[in-house]
């Protein structure tokens, strides 16, 4: 069974734009989840959506935003990028949730804005 | 915010020795999960413990839960390098609608 895959694996992107970053869970899994990773803040989560709805949100500015496809691929965007969104994206799919199963990890995006 | 707090933050011990860490957290919980993660890549699913259980076996590894303490405890018995990572609690509090908080994580230094 493959694994959770996320592209791009690296980004580099300037103050101000926006940006996509996207997420392929394992097959059969209907929940992923979204996690920041910084030296600073350590693993923050983002959100969780499940077959297509957002069930959970964590503390991040409405710059960040999400969305699940009728295939379980979501995708995270972040808009107007800031110096301190550079950090590790991390996804994970479950098949119950993030809470009720374990989860599986992708590699990350590691994104660096300039 | 973060739920968990590791200790140690780092450990550093010789292989075929036992890596001890322990987390802290704040509010009841239904379940708490351990994960790995090696250098700046995903994280790896270690163990799951229910609220309702006390210690759980996996290969090396021993996890225990206090709910009374509010504190679990991960072993690595008979350390190898390849241990070498950070390693993270997460609980799933009650009444969170399964929303997984990770602690601050134990980087666990082996070395030969």
């Known amino acids: 069974k493959a694994g959770v895959t996320q592209t791009p694996r690296y980004l580099i992107k300037t103050r101000g734009q926006q940006v996509t970053l996207s997420c392929s869970p394992i097959?059969?899994?209907?929940?992923v989840s979204w996690y920041q990773q910084t030296p600073g803040q350590g693993l923050q989560f983002l959100f969780e959506?499940?077959?297509?709805?957002?069930?959970n949100k964590g503390n991040f500015p409405g710059r960040f935003s999400g969305r699940q496809f009728s295939n379980s691929r979501s995708e995270m965007n972040v808009s107007t990028l800031e110096l301190g969104d550079s950090a590790l994206y991390l996804c994970?799919?479950?098949?119950?949730?993030?809470?009720?199963?374990?989860?599986?990890f992708g590699p990350g995006t590691r994104l660096t804005v300039t | 915010s973060q739920q968990g707090e590791e200790d140690p933050q780092a450990l550093s011990i010789q292989e075929g020795e036992n890596a001890t860490m322990n987390c802290s957290y704040k509010?009841?919980?239904?379940?708490l999960q351990w994960y790995r993660q090696n250098s700046g890549r995903g994280l790896v699913h270690l163990i799951l413990?229910?609220?309702?259980?006390r210690e759980k076996h996996s290969g090396r590894l021993r996890v225990t839960l206090d709910t009374s303490k509010k504190s679990s405890s991960l072993l690595i018995t008979a350390s190898r390098a390849a241990d070498t990572a950070s390693y993270f609690c997460?609980?799933?509090?009650?009444?969170?609608?399964?929303?997984?908080?990770f602690g601050t994580g134990t980087r666990l230094q082996v070395t030969l």
């Open positions: 994970a799919s479950s098949l119950l949730g993030m809470g009720l199963s374990e989860q599986y």
């Open positions: 097959s059969g899994h209907r929940s």
């Open positions: 959506y499940f077959s297509e709805t957002q069930r």
């Open positions: 509010t009841s919980i239904n379940n």
């Open positions: 413990i229910r609220s309702n259980e």
């Open positions: 997460a609980t799933d509090a009650t009444g969170t609608a399964s929303k997984l908080t």
